[in-house]
């Protein structure tokens, strides 16, 4: 009697298991799997996103690395990722310290560091649009920031890590608040104050924390599309085109279907690439403190 339930039991998990794996199977196929794969294939045919196609081969991978315009796409991308993943995590970092400090309302301040996070990336680049082409100029009597070349890319990046930083900071003070009392107890008898307790205690024992979040900004800034749309379109005079910016007006609204499929098959790359190479050189890093 008492096999017999443990063996209903078990297939009663096996079938709830099952209930919720396939449906989401079925959606990551759908909407995951056979859009990688479809696109990889019109990476290699001359479509426009309509009509009949031809297959090209690699032509349109070798025209991507002589195409000025990607190759600037990709430059400017790689900018504003690097300095807006230092910015939030440096921000973010400090945030976290000063919210698990003790100070009064700790719980309304990381609630409302969160609110960022809930936005829409499209509304907030719409808000953040309007502030920089009225209300800025208006209280500094120049032109907007949006309209000049040398600084539009300024301005998203304060949108990015404006936005960026709520959730990186959940991320560290869970970091923080997992360092045992005792190692700061056992520094303070060791004479370990100010920065070097950070340095020598809190930061060789968050470094996971950090390691998760420099991949975590960096994938995201490195797909950097919404704030684009609603803030520059890619200008002035294409200044401001992300890769993921590119891929969409091109593709989809300039008939380079085909060539931007493949466009978005190297891009997919490279952002592998580089989380890869962080999390290897971060680990390590993990592993030297």
Known sequence: MASAAVSKAG??????????????????????????????????????GYGAFEIVGLQNY???FQDARVGNSYLFTFKISVVSTILVNVISLMLAIGLSSKIKFKSALRGIYFVPR??????VGYVFSYFFTYIVPALTGT???????EWAWVAIVVVLV??????TTIIYITGLSSVPEDVYEAGALDGATGWDKFR??????????ITTNMVLVMKDMLMTFDQIVAMTSGGPAQSTESISYLIYQNGLNNSQFGFQCANAVIFFIVIAV????????????????
Do not use: H
């Open 11 to 48: 297939s009663d998990r096996n079938r709830t298991f099952l209930a919720i794996l396939i449906p989401v199977l079925i959606l990551f196929i759908a909407f995951n799997t056979i859009p990688l794969l479809t696109g990889f294939f019109y990476s290699f045919t001359d479509s426009k």
């Open 62 to 64: 070798i025209d991507l």
């Open 118 to 123: 809930i936005l829409g990336g499209l509304v």
């Open 143 to 149: 032109t907007s920031m949006l309209a000049s070349k």
């Open 162 to 167: 404006w936005q960026a930083c709520a959730q």
């Open 200 to 209: 020598y205690l809190t930061f060789p024992l968050i470094m996971p924390s």
């Open 274 to 289: 580089i989380s890869i190479a962080q999390t290897k050189f971060l680990n390590s890093k993990e592993e030297q403190l």
